[in-house]
C-alpha cells in the first residue's frame, strides 16, 4: 500500500522506512510529483502538521502523514513552539535561532524545555494523530557537533550529554520525532486492509 511522508527530508525518509517493512511504499513528495512548498499557517504543531497533510490528500490523492517538530520552552512559556524554524526571522538558520534562545534565556534560571513532535496522518476518509516528546533543559552555551537545530543547547533528562552528543541512533531511542515515528509505526503495523 502506497503512502506517502509529506516531506522531502531523505534522512527522514530513510529513518521511517527502514522501521515500516514491505507492507508500505513509502514515498517522498518528490517521488508524488509534489515540487512546491506545502502550507504551513497553522500557530500549532498539530494544526500545521494536519495542514501538510490535508494539502497532500487534498491535491494528489495519496494517504499520507506529516510531521511536525518543536522547541518548547517553560521560561518563555512555551516559545519559539511551532516558530522553532524561523525564531531568529529570515534568513532562516541553526547559529541565529540558538543564539536568540540563548540571550532569551540569560536571566532565566528555570531551564526546563521540551521538543515536541506531532505526526498527522490520513488515511482515506479518516485522520490521526501521533505525538513525542523529550524533555530536558537548554545549557548556556552550546556542546557537541552532532545533530541539528537546538541540539546543541537541549540536555535531555537523565543524560550528561547533549543531543548533538548522541550518536543518531541514541538520540532516535529517547527523541521526540523517534517516540512519534515510533507510535505511527505501530499503528501502521497493526492495521488490518
Ligand atoms: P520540523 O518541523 O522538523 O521542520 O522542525 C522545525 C524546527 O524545530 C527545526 O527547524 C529545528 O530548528 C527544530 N527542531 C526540530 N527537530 C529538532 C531536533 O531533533 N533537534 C533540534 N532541533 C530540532
Known amino acids: ?20 517493512g514491505p507492507k508500505y511504499t513509502l514515498v517522498s513528495l518528490e517521488e508524488i510529483g509534489c515540487n512546491e512548498e506545502l502550507p504551513e499557517t497553522g500557530d500549532t504543531l498539530d494544526a500545521n502538521a494536519f495542514q501538510k497533510a490535508r494539502y497532500v490528500k487534498e491535491h494528489y490523492g495519496v494517504d ?3 510531521d ?31 543564539g536568540l534562545l540563548l540571550e532569551k534565556m540569560s536571566n532565566h534560571s528555570n531551564r526546563k524545555a ?12 479518516k485522520e490521526y494523530a501521533f505525538e513525542g516528546v523529550a ?10 557537533y552532532g545533530g541539528f537545530g537546538y541540539d546543541p543547547v537541549f540536555r535531555p533528562v537523565g543524560f550528561e550529554k547533549t543531543f ?13 520525532r523517534g517516540k512519534a515515528v515510533k507510535s505511527l509505526i505501530e499503528f501502521l503495523s497493526q492495521r488490518k486492509f
Not at 166 to 175: D, H
Open 68 to 98: 511536525d517538530t518543536g522547541l518548547e520552552v517553560e521560561a518563555l512559556h512555551g516559545a519559539p513552539g511551532v516558530y522553532s524554524g524561523r525564531f531568529a526571522g529570515e534568513p532562516r538558520g541553526d547559529e541565529r535561532n540558538i
Open 1 to 20: 500500500m502506497k503512502i506517502c511522508f509529506a516531506t522531502n527530508n531523505k534522512k527522514k525518509i530513510e529513518e521511517v522506512k527502514a522501521a515500516l
Open 135 to 144: 524533555e530536558g533543559e537548554i545549557l548556556d552555551k552550546k556542546v557537541g
Open 164 to 176: 548533538a552528543e548522541l550518536t543518531l541512533e541514541e538520540k532516535n531511542q529517547i527523541s521526540h
Open 114 to 125: 521540551r521538543f515536541r513532535t506531532v505526526i498527522a496522518l490520513i488515511l482515506g476518509e
Open 64 to 66: 499520507c502523514f506529516a
